[in-house]
């Protein structure tokens, strides 16, 4: 037990040492969010012969992302449980720090410390994994699982739950200019720009000749990085809707990687949806009404600033 307890410490301070290291290159990101969950626990005490099936929890963690790798969330979580056997109580209440790494956008395993209040017992290290499911623009669907070692009483805890996770409008962090004359003398002009990529029939593949829009889309939105758009993907009348709501989506997310891994915009300002052959612009038969309903569009607003 102590050499788990020694890996579980190192795990721990390997994670917040390279957090703290890492430098600022990726775009300033500070996306806040709350997730309500529940879940289920298993304890184990070797000391005091405990062995738990039956325990519950639910809790609220409070977090944020400050890049597209990394994050950090406050938990805290209320525990009713009683042991199998023995009868001993094992509720009580956790409450921690977790440090966040994204290997991919919707996975994450995560490391961090509890002052856990189940059964007397103290600082204790704890490692895990979970994946987050978008349901709509604000709302996921989070799994996770993980294990804590409550170190005061050589006890293992298992744990799984399920969250509902909120995330707030993102907000803009550039610092307010100061006031002055010059400022009062300039106004905000709104153009409304257009992205339409259009596609092979049955193809996601993104051709050569709309990289010079896709530059352009990305050019407004590394320049105004509090704005967000929706990549909304279509496809033709020709196939099953099944097919092309898949078929659909891919299209957007090709674009969406496009932007993102080309020309360096960041994935929090895009969201692809795919809406199959549901929004055709064109209901004529034949390569003519295929051809335009075979797109990817988006819309941006870009602020030109006139005298």
Do not use: C
């Not at 062995?51 to 805290?76: A, I, P, T």
């Amino acid at each position: 037990m102590t050499l788990r307890k020694t890996i579980l410490s190192v795990l721990l301070f390997s994670a917040s040492t390279f957090v703290a290291a890492s430098d600022n290159t990726s775009n300033n990101i500070s996306q806040l969010y709350s997730t309500p969950f529940f879940g289920f626990n298993s304890i184990s005490n070797d000391v005091n012969d405990i062995d738990s099936d039956h325990q519950f929890s639910v809790g609220l963690d409070l977090g944020s992302k400050f890049n597209e790798d990394w994050g950090y969330r406050l938990r805290l979580e209320m525990i009713s449980g009683q042991d199998d056997d023995s009868g001993h109580s094992t509720s009580g209440r956790n409450i921690g720090i977790d440090t966040l790494y994204y290997p991919k956008e919707n996975a994450y395993i995560f490391a961090g410390v509890r002052n856990a209040k189940v059964m007397n017992g103290g600082i204790s290290p704890v490692v895990g994994t979970g994946i987050e499911f978008n349901m709509t623009k604000n709302w996921d669907i989070r799994l996770e699982a993980g294990f804590m070692a409550e170190t005061n009483l050589e006890s293992d805890i298992f744990f799984s739950n399920i969250g509902f996770t909120y995330r707030f409008e993102q907000q803009s962090v550039q610092k307010q200019p100061a006031p002055s004359i010059a400022i009062k003398k300039h106004t905000n002009i709104i153009e409304y720009v257009t992205l339409d990529v259009k596609f092979k029939h049955d193809s996601s593949v993104i051709e050569p000749g709309f990289n010079e829009d896709l530059a352009s889309i990305a050019k407004i939105l590394k320049s105004q990085s509090d704005t967000s758009i929706i990549i909304e993907g279509h496809t033709s009348l020709v196939g099953t809707d099944e097919y092309n709501q898949v078929l659909s989506e891919k299209r957007a997310n090709a674009v969406v990687d496009n932007l993102v891994k080309k020309y360096g915009v960041s994935r929090y300002q895009l969201k692809a949806i795919g809406y199959g052959e549901s929004m055709p612009v064109s209901k004529i038969k034949g390569p003519e009404g295929d051809r335009e309903n075979r797109r990817v569009i988006a819309v941006i607003k870009k602020r030109v600033i006139s005298n």
